[in-house]
């Protein structure tokens, strides 16, 4: 799930820019995968429908055959 989604200039993340920075949460666990504050995403708008996991969710779905 992501959260806070706003686009952000490179230099400084309070003026609006070219540049996607969003919070990411599992949508199963709920356990948080990225924070905003330390990554720039990308230049595209991302997809506010596709399903976001955690890395032991990923695992656990595998082990699972359930992906």
Do not use: S
């Not at 820019?17 to 356990?31: A, P, S």
């Not at 905003?36 to 656990?60: A, Q, S, T, V, W």
């Amino acid at each position: 799930m992501k959260t806070d989604i706003k686009q952000v200039a490179y230099m400084n993340t309070d003026k609006p820019g070219e540049w996607w920075v969003w919070n990411e949460f599992c949508d199963k666990c709920g356990k948080q995968i990225r924070d905003y504050r330390m990554f720039f995403h990308g230049i595209d708008k991302p997809n506010e429908n596709k399903k976001d996991y955690c890395l032991d969710c990923m695992r656990e779905m595998l082990d699972f055959k359930l992906v």
